[in-house]
C-alpha cells in the first residue's frame, strides 16, 4: 500500500482519494537487505543512522571523482537528530585535516550561538567561504531538522544554506573549493576523526548542482522528508548519492550510485 494502491482481492486500485495515510498506526516497506526491518509510518522518528559521539561513530566512503567538487555548483542536504547541542558536532564533510578540506556542513556551537554551518576551503585549506543559519536561529536538541549546504560556483561565487526549507542565508566566496583525496564522512571530519555528531541522521544526499528552493521543500516533505526511491525526475537530476540510513547497521546503501558508506 505504500505506492498509493489499494488491493479488493482481484487488483490494484489508486487509492485517489488519499484515504490510506488516515489513521495509519505501522507501516513496513521490507527493503532492508538484512537485520531489523523498520516501521516508517513517521518518517524522522523511525528508521535512521544513530551516531554516539563517546563511541566515535561515524560513517564514511573513500574519495572518488563522483564525490570531488571544484568550482562547481553542488549541493548537500540530510535530515539531522541533535541528541545534544554542546561542542561542534560535523554532519557531512569531505575534511581531512586543516590542509586537506573541500566542503563541511556542521553544528556549530560558537560563543555568537548555536547555528548549523557550512563552509568551503581552497586548495590550501584556508576557508574560502561559510555561512551560518543566522535567520533560523539556534537548533534545539531532540527535534529534527532539515539542513542543505549550498555551494554555487562560475561567477555566483556564493554558499548559502537553509533550514526546514525557510529562508536561505547566503555569504559570498572569496576562492573555490579544491578536489583533494579528502574522505566523505557522514557523522565526522579528519582523518584523526574528531568533531564527532551525537544524535541521528538520515535521508542524506549530494547533487552537483544549485538546489533550488522548490526542490528543498519537495525533500522538505513537512519535516516527513522524503525517501530516495520517491524522488521526482527533478530531483534526480544531477543528484550522485542518496543514503536513507536506515539499515540499522553495517553498510549503509546508495540508492542512487555506487558510495555506500561503512
Not at 570531488?68 to 539531522?80: G, N, Y
Not at 585549506?125 to 554555487?152: D, E, K, M, N
Amino acid at each position: 500500500a505504500g505506492n498509493g494502491n489499494l488491493y479488493n482481492g482481484t487488483a490494484f486500485r489508486t487509492d485517489t482519494g488519499g484515504t490510506l495515510p488516515t489513521s495509519l498506526q505501522a507501516w513496513w516497506e521490507l527493503d532492508e537487505l538484512f537485520g531489523t526491518r523498520f516501521d516508517k509510518v513517521s518518517p524522522g522518528v523511525g528508521p535512521a543512522a544513530q551516531f554516539t559521539a563517546a563511541n566515535s561513530e561515524f560513517l564514511s566512503v573513500a574519495d572518488n571523482a563522483d564525490l570531488s567538487v571544484a568550482d562547481i555548483d553542488f549541493t548537500a542536504c540530510t535530515h539531522v537528530y541533535l541528541d545534544t547541542v554542546a561542542a561542534d558536532q560535523a554532519i557531512m564533510s569531505k575534511v581531512n585535516s586543516a590542509l586537506a578540506r573541500e566542503w563541511e556542513l556542521i553544528f556549530d556551537d560558537d560563543a555568537g550561538g548555536d547555528r548549523f554551518r557550512f563552509s568551503v576551503f581552497d586548495s590550501t585549506g584556508a576557508s574560502v567561504g561559510t555561512v551560518a543559519s543566522t535567520t533560523f536561529g539556534a537548533p534545539a536538541a531532540a527535534t529534527w531538522y532539515q539542513v542543505c549546504g549550498t555551494h554555487r560556483g562560475g561567477t555566483t561565487d556564493q554558499v548559502a544554506i537553509r533550514v526546514n526549507a525557510g529562508t536561505e542565508d547566503t555569504s559570498a566566496t572569496t576562492g573555490f573549493p579544491s578536489d583533494t583525496v579528502s574522505l566523505f564522512r557522514i557523522g565526522a571530519r579528519n582523518l584523526i576523526t574528531s568533531d564527532y555528531l551525537n544524535g541521528r541522521a538520515e535521508l542524506a544526499a549530494f547533487w552537483k548542482r544549485n538546489l533550488p528552493a522548490a526542490d528543498i521543500t519537495t525533500l522538505y516533505n513537512s519535516n516527513n522528508g522524503l525517501h530516495c526511491k520517491d524522488w521526482t525526475d527533478q530531483l534526480r537530476r544531477s543528484a550522485i548519492s542518496c543514503w536513507p540510513l536506515n539499515e540499522g547497521s553495517l553498510t549503509r546503501y546508495d540508492w542512487l550510485g555506487a558510495n555506500d558508506l561503512t
